[in-house]
C-alpha cells in the first residue's frame, strides 16, 4: 500500500471552475513533489518543495498553484485550466539528502477539463 | 545532461518465465542513483528497486533484480518467475546526487509488459 495518499482519485472540472488536488504523506519527508504525466509518457517534474518552501518551479503555468500549508501535505490548486491540462497529476514525496533516498509516489488524480 | 534509454516499446513474456527490461543511462556525474517504477493501467507509480552508482553488489528485492554494469552505463531490471500482475509499464529513472539535495528523477519512455498465461 502506498504512503503518499492522493484526493481526489478522478477529478472532472470545468474551464472556469476552482479546485484543488490533495497530497498527505506520513514517513516523515521534507521534500515533496508534483508531476504531470500525458498518456503513454512518463512523468514530467512541476514542483518541489523542500521543508515547506517551493524549490523548483519548473515553469508551470500560473494557473497551477502549488501549497504545502505543513511538512506532510502538498495542495495543488487548479484554477481557469484548459483541455490540454487534462492528465495524471502524482505527488510523490522523498527524503531531500545527498543520498539516493527513494522518492515514492502516490496513486495520482485523474484530470479532465471540459 | 542526464538520459535514461529504454529502447524496448513493449516486451511480452510468458507466465513464471524471466524477463529482462533493458535500461542505458548517460551522465558525467560519478554519485546517482538508478531506480525502476511500475505503473499499472491504474495510474499508480510504484517503486520496484533501487541502485546506487557506488553499490558493488547489484540490487535485488524479492523477485526484482537490477542488472548493473556500471561500465556499459546499463541498469537492467530481471524480473524472475513473472506473473499476470506484473503486466504494466516499467520506467527507468535516475536521480543525480549532486547540488541540489532533492535531486531530479529523470525518467526513460517507458516498457509495456504484458504477462501472458
Known amino acids: 500500500d502506498t504512503e503518499v495518499t492522493q484526493t481526489p482519485k478522478h477529478l472532472v472540472m470545468g474551464m472556469t471552475n476552482k479546485k484543488s488536488l490533495k497530497c498527505e504523506q506520513h514517513m516523515g519527508h521534507r521534500a515533496m513533489y508534483w508531476y504531470k504525466q500525458k498518456a503513454k509518457k512518463p512523468p514530467e517534474l512541476m514542483f518541489v518543495y523542500s521543508y515547506e518552501k517551493l524549490s523548483i518551479n519548473e515553469s508551470v503555468p500560473s494557473r497551477f498553484s502549488p501549497e504545502c500549508p505543513n511538512s506532510s501535505l502538498l495542495n495543488l490548486h487548479l484554477h481557469a485550466l484548459q483541455p490540454e491540462d487534462s492528465a495524471l497529476y502524482l505527488c510523490?514525496?522523498?527524503?531531500?539528502?545527498?543520498?539516493?533516498?527513494?522518492?515514492?509516489f502516490g496513486e495520482g488524480s485523474w484530470l479532465t477539463v471540459v | 545532461a542526464q538520459k535514461i534509454t529504454q529502447t524496448q516499446p513493449g516486451m511480452f513474456v510468458q507466465e513464471k518465465e524471466a524477463v529482462t527490461l533493458d535500461c542505458t543511462y548517460d551522465t558525467s556525474d560519478q554519485s546517482y542513483g538508478l531506480f525502476w517504477y511500475k505503473q499499472p493501467s491504474s495510474g499508480e507509480m510504484i517503486f520496484l528497486i533501487y541502485?546506487?552508482?557506488?553499490?558493488?553488489q547489484n540490487a535485488t528485492e524479492g523477485r526484482y533484480s537490477l542488472n548493473f554494469q556500471k561500465a556499459r552505463k546499463s541498469a537492467n531490471l530481471v524480473i524472475s518467475a513473472s506473473q499476470l500482475g506484473d503486466s504494466a509499464m516499467y520506467f527507468c529513472?535516475?536521480?543525480?546526487?549532486?547540488?541540489?539535495?532533492?535531486?531530479?528523477?529523470?525518467f526513460g519512455r517507458g516498457t509495456q509488459l504484458t504477462v501472458w498465461p
Open positions: 529513472a535516475m536521480r543525480v546526487l549532486r547540488g541540489s539535495t532533492l535531486g531530479r528523477l529523470y
Open positions: 510523490a514525496s522523498s527524503q531531500p539528502t545527498r543520498s539516493g533516498n527513494t522518492i515514492y
Open positions: 541502485q546506487g552508482s557506488y553499490d558493488e
